[in-house]
């Protein structure tokens, strides 16, 4: 079986997600603008800044930069990410923005070891979490979790985020 030069699918074009729209609006793209979509103009979020819990630690600093849409997050304690995440005291919480809905309530938890490298597991959501290096994904599980590095993708159900470390 010949392997493909992308191991995942091109992502949407711009203007697929409703998203997209908001974010024309508010940089004066109006070519893009359906104006069905001023009504949620004010409550446009995409992500939430972490709720710490009484268990997060602190680390080195993840970056992820959301392919489709180009937001940002860091993380700096551990945290669990998801579109409604519940840390039950294993860090702080990280609200994803999810159009389409292939991402868990509470999706993966990125956490840091005693020498600050960071790590992924997958908390047993639907659709998987998965490190892209090299053309390659690795599946993280809640028994295996793997390393994050700088450059590598994290693809959590159908996002993807680059990754970098400081």
């Known amino acids: 079986m010949e392997k493909p030069d ?3 699918p091109e992502p949407p074009a711009f ?3 409703p998203e997209d729209r908001i974010w ?3 940089h004066g793209l109006t070519d ?3 104006r069905s979509d001023l009504s949620g ?3 446009a979020r995409r992500y939430s800044e972490p709720k710490h819990g009484a268990g997060a630690k602190s680390g080195g600093t993840v970056i992820l930069r959301n392919t489709s849409n180009n937001s940002i997050i860091r993380i700096s304690s551990d945290s669990v990410l998801g579109r409604k995440p519940s840390s039950d005291g294993r860090g702080a919480e990280v609200e994803l ?3 389409t809905r292939t991402i868990s309530r509470s999706h993966a938890l990125i956490y840091f070891d005693g020498d600050k490298n960071a790590y992924v597991k997958d908390l047993g959501s639907l659709n998987g979490t998965f490190v892209i290096k090299d053309s390659t994904e690795k599946k993280a599980s809640p ?3 793997v390393q994050l590095e700088g450059g590598v993708l994290l693809r959590l159900g159908d996002e993807f985020y680059e ?3 400081e």
Do not use: H, K, N
Request: net charge negative; proline share 12%.
């Open 163 to 165: 990754v970098s470390i």
């Open 97 to 99: 923005a999810d159009p």
């Open 32 to 34: 893009y603008l359906d």
């Open 41 to 43: 103009m004010g409550a």
């Open 143 to 145: 028994e295996a979790p």
């Open 6 to 8: 992308r191991p995942f």
């Open 24 to 26: 024309a609006r508010q």
């Open 15 to 17: 203007g697929w997600y």
